[in-house]
Structure formats: structure tokens, C-alpha cells
């Protein structure tokens, strides 16, 4: 079982910036690919960012490339997503998630219970 706890949302401005942090309370954390997605009032759940494993490889939607970072520290069981130059269009739940990326756990899926982004004036 993996629990994954974000923090880090809030209210900022148009043109700021959010750092948002997920904590994993799992064995072997580097064992699984992370992800941020983010869903947005009465739209879908999105795909943001995901980084591999091993953090060597990283994926962004379109919408959030050259704004927002993801990154891991597998030492400490954490995940982040720098999110810069936030627009009004980032305004959504943001979730932390966890896939299986090897033998024994592979496919294995969690979530995070979300942290709200608001950007506005």
C-alpha cells in the first residue's frame, strides 16, 4: 500500500509561481513512476507531468511545458512540481500519482487526495 500526501496549493496570482511537494510512505519508492494530474472544475482528470523511476526521463503536457518542472529525490521519498508563469487555466486540483514500475508491483496504482491551485487576481 502507498500513501501519497501533497501539499504546497494555494492562491497566487497570475504570472507567479507554486511549488507543489508529494510525500510517498512507501517501501521502495523508487520503484514507481510519478505523476502529476490536475482536474480543473467540470473537466477531466489530466496528465501534467511524469517522471520515470529513476528521474532520468520526464513528460509534460503541452499546456505546462517550459512552465512547470517536475523533479523526485528518491532518498527522501518526495516528488515536486515548480510550477512558473501560472495562468488563470491552472486553476484545478492538483494529484499526486503513483504507478508500479517494476516486477511485483507492476501497474500497481495510487492516488494522492489532491491540493487546489487557484490562480487569480
Known amino acids: 500500500q502507498v500513501q501519497l500526501v501533497e501539499s504546497g496549493g494555494g492562491l497566487v496570482q497570475p504570472g507567479g509561481s507554486l511549488r507543489l511537494s508529494c510525500a510517498a510512505s512507501?517501501?521502495?519508492?523508487?520503484?514507481?513512476?510519478m505523476s502529476w494530474y490536475r482536474q480543473a472544475p467540470g473537466k477531466e482528470r489530466e496528465l501534467v507531468a511524469r517522471?520515470?523511476?529513476?528521474?532520468?526521463?520526464?513528460t509534460y503536457a503541452d499546456s505546462v511545458k517550459g512552465r512547470f518542472t517536475i523533479s523526485r529525490d528518491n532518498a527522501k521519498n518526495t516528488m515536486s512540481l515548480q510550477m512558473n508563469t501560472l495562468k488563470p487555466e491552472d486553476t484545478a486540483v492538483y494529484y499526486c500519482?503513483?504507478?508500479?514500475?517494476?516486477?511485483?508491483?507492476?501497474?500497481?496504482?495510487?492516488w494522492g487526495q489532491g491540493t487546489l491551485v487557484t490562480v487569480s487576481e
Open positions: 500519482n503513483s504507478k508500479g514500475a517494476k516486477s511485483g508491483i507492476w501497474g500497481n496504482e495510487y
Open positions: 512507501v517501501f521502495s519508492f523508487s520503484s514507481y513512476t
Open positions: 517522471i520515470s523511476s529513476t528521474g532520468a526521463s520526464t
